[in-house]
């Protein structure tokens, strides 16, 4: 690509747009930081309003076909994420949209229970290893039923009083020197604002406060996972006890064919759909490493690689179907929507969580949530918990703004095991809280009282500890 300077550029004439709504909170993007973000703001008392460039909610939970929401527990079995989320999965519970092993599994070493996860190739999601015990073990993760998750989280919201405006892209905040005044978003109805007293940028990459001048952190290690783009999918009518029995019993036939697959360029890892009633269902959570650098923020990238995905599930597909007994009568059932990627711009904020965090015992006085620690091998066996710091939400010197969505102040490494989708969510819960406190007490989202901040979102139901 040439450099920015050797493009020709125009300049844009100025122009009136109508202001479309004035509210105390805007979230920008409707992923689970941005649900749990209007929701939490909404019950506090704000005037809230949520915008979402597509027609659903739910980011990559529900339009990525991420629908696994892990490390609710820490390997104990200790359950340590609560509030929204564990609402959400009350809800879908009921609308039988979701299923996670019984609570008396959660921190089982019992083999048959982990041999279940790891046989379903989800281990990653639901087993690790416990350097306390020496052995496997079974923690509290849920998988959801994407459909239905979209048509909850939008009862969820409307429920709240926040109101929502779909098919609505945030493209710039409206700035009053340092301080965030509202947005402006593009949708077919053409350009218009929304002016509020606080803007919470959940659009999980940053577009929110890069534009609005934050400093930033955008470094990722093209070696490691978060910095790969992914195009999932889901593959119906899959005979997977056949497939299963073809696995065990011609394991080098089922290799060489497997590498065979990968290097036409296919997939050959899928996981098996653990969701009720859906016994026949192969996921495939297809990273797209890069050569070179990864920018989802590239749009050329975003287009050359959805083009390259979109190949490789078809080359899957019919190498499966074609070789491989269970998929005789398969079809692509779904493709994700949307592209996506777990690393990106991460803001540099009040406080930024890093590698010291993993191994310290402290208590923040702004602490907004506790997470279990699972991703630290021998490292998360003695420390199994950390405290996440509102600060990390709270962009140095901007003000009008919090950033609640995988974009928190984060090192690169620790964002990657801290910005799932609970954990978004859970960022969300405060930001949302924060915002509505911020405005009824006429203070900047940075002046919060942290101690009333933990008790609103104790009442809400989240688990802290005590803060003296
Ligand atoms: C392949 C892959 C597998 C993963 N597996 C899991 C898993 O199994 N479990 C798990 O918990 N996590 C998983 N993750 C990570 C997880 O998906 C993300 O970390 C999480 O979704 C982040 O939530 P978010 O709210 O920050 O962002 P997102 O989920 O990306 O949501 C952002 C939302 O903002 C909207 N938006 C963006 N920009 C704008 C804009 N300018 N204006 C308006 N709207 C906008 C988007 O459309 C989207 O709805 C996975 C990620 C990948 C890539």
Redesign the pocket.
């Known amino acids: 690509m040439p450099k920015q300077s050797a493009f020709k550029t125009i300049t844009e004439p100025s122009r009136k747009i109508k202001v479309w709504r004035e509210a105390d909170v805007v979230v ?7 649900v749990g973000s209007a929701i939490a703001a909404a019950r506090t008392g704000a005037k809230t309003i949520l ?4 027609g659903y ?5 529900t ?2 076909l ?5 490390n609710l527990s820490d390997m104990s079995g200790k359950q340590y994420v609560f509030g929204i989320v564990q609402e959400m999965i009350d809800r879908l519970d009921k609308r039988g949209g979701t299923s996670y092993p019984a609570k008396k599994d959660w921190g089982t070493t019992d083999k048959k229970v982990v041999d279940h996860y790891l046989d379903a190739n989800l281990g990653w ?1 639901y087993v690790r290893h416990d350097f306390n015990r020496n052995k496997e073990c079974v923690l509290y993760t849920a998988v959801v039923d994407p459909e239905i998750l979209k048509d909850e989280f939008n009862d969820m919201v409307l429920e709240s009083g926040a109101e929502m405006l779909l098919h ?4 710039e905040p409206i700035m009053e020197g340092n301080t965030a005044r509202g947005v402006i ?1 593009e949708s077919k109805s053409g350009r218009q604002a929304i002016l509020a007293k606080v803007v919470i940028d ?4 940053g ?1 929110m406060f890069v534009r609005a001048g934050a400093e930033f952190d955008g470094r990722l290690d093209n070696k490691h996972r978060d910095a790969w ?2 195009l ?1 999918w889901f593959c119906g009518n899959v005979d997977i006890s056949k497939w299963d029995n073809f696995k065990k019993s011609q394991p080098d036939k089922y290799k060489e064919l497997m590498d065979d697959l990968s290097k036409k360029g296919g997939y050959t890892r899928p996981y098996y759909g653990v969701l009720k009633n859906q016994p026949n269902t192969a996921w495939y ?1 297809c ?1 797209q490493p890069q050569p070179e650098s990864t920018d989802a923020m590239d749009v050329e990238q975003l287009s050359r690689i959805e083009i390259r995905a979109r190949k490789r599930t078809t080359i899957t597909f019919d190498f499966m179907k074609k070789n491989v007994p269970g998929f005789e009568n398969s079809f692509i059932m779904l493709t994700a929507p ?1 592209l ?3 690393g990106g711009r991460r803001v540099i904020g009040e406080y930024t969580l890093s590698e010291k965090d993993m191994v310290s015992e402290e208590v923040f006085e702004d602490t907004i949530v506790v997470l279990a620690n699972n991703d630290h091998k021998e490292i998360s066996a003695r420390h199994p918990a950390v405290c996440i710091p509102y600060r990390c939400l709270v962009p140095k010197k901007l003000d009008g703004l919090l950033v609640a ?3 928190f102040s984060s090192e690169d490494l620790v964002n990657n095991a801290f ?4 954990h ?1 969510m859970c960022y ?1 819960q405060a930001a949302g809280t924060a915002a509505a406190l911020a405005v009824k007490a006429g203070v900047q989202p940075r002046k919060v009282d942290y101690k009333k901040l933990h008790d609103v979102l104790v009442k809400q139901g989240v688990h802290l500890p005590e803060i003296k």
Not at 51 to 54: A, D, L, T
């Open positions: 920008v993007g409707g992923g689970p930081g941005g915008i979402e460039r597509y909610l739910g980011g990559m939970a339009g990525g991420v629908n696994i929401i892990p999601f609505s892209w945030g493209v978003f959940s659009t999980g990459d577009d783009l992914a999932n959570h990273m949307q996506g990627t777990q969505c995988r974009a910005n799932i989708i609970p978004c969300g």
